[in-house]
């Protein structure tokens, strides 16, 4: 079946680094692929998306782009900043499946300090 | 736009006892999906409706059901619950295609 996997958290980064979320997919046909970000307390965002190989996503100075020959989606960002502090969950979608039925990673939490 | 949203915020109840989650669709989305937050975990599909009928369900048992309504807004259902049901039950809705808005969720705790 379809699955999700996510580098484990937490990440915790000093505000202006580099972050990279890695994730990797198992899936038939061809995905969809997403990223959603959960603030504390608070539903998912969504925060990109990417539909088809090759596709790069981009949002709010986030990236990632969709690697078919590594089943990869991995979520980027140049210069991280405190209110980036949240958790982040990589999620498919495939177009074999029911396509409401979202299969995500278990989340990255990702702290960013002063 | 007015988004996705759900009540109650937070719920507390007993083992044994059956809760309704009521959520309205984001304005012109016909499809909801129902999902299962533990905590620390990701969200876990539970099913999803289309013009009223079921369409596609996860590995959840028949305890937990649900309903859309003529205005796309949807209930779900537990009976009998357990302390295992205890998580962040979030709605998501969308329309004709792959992309789903999700609500701030409803907090269960069964104790």
């Known amino acids: 079946g379809n699955s999700v996997t996510q580098m484990e958290g937490p990440v915790t980064l000093s505000e202006e680094a580099f972050l990279t979320i890695n994730c990797t997919y198992t899936a038939t046909g061809y995905p969809s692929l997403f990223w959603y970000v959960q603030y504390p307390g608070e539903g998912l965002q969504l925060l990109l998306k990417a539909t088809k190989a090759d596709d790069k996503g981009s949002n709010k100075g986030f990236e990632a782009t969709y690697r078919k020959e590594t089943t990869s989606f991995h979520l980027e960002k140049g210069s991280v900043q405190v209110s980036d502090s949240a958790v982040y969950f990589c999620?498919?979608?495939?177009?074999?499946?029911?396509?409401?039925?979202?299969?995500f990673g278990a989340g990255t939490q990702v702290v960013v300090t002063p | 736009e007015t988004g996705v949203t759900q009540s109650p915020t937070h719920l507390i109840k007993t083992r044994g006892q059956q809760v309704t989650l009521r959520c309205s669709s984001q304005?012109?989305?016909?499809?909801v999906s129902w999902y299962q937050q533990a905590l620390g975990q990701g969200p876990q599909f539970i099913f999803q409706y289309y013009r009223e009928e079921e369409n596609g369900r996860g590995n959840f048992p028949p305890r937990f059901s649900g309903l859309q309504f003529p205005n796309y807004s949807s209930e779900l259902n537990v009976n009998a619950l357990e302390l295992d049901d205890s998580a962040l039950y979030l709605c998501?809705?969308?329309?004709?295609?792959?992309?789903?808005?999700f609500g701030p969720g409803t907090r269960l705790t069964v104790l």
């Open positions: 998501a809705s969308s329309s004709g295609g792959h992309t789903q808005y």
């Open positions: 304005s012109g989305h016909n499809t």
């Open positions: 999620a498919l979608s495939s177009t074999t499946d029911s396509w409401g039925k979202f299969q």
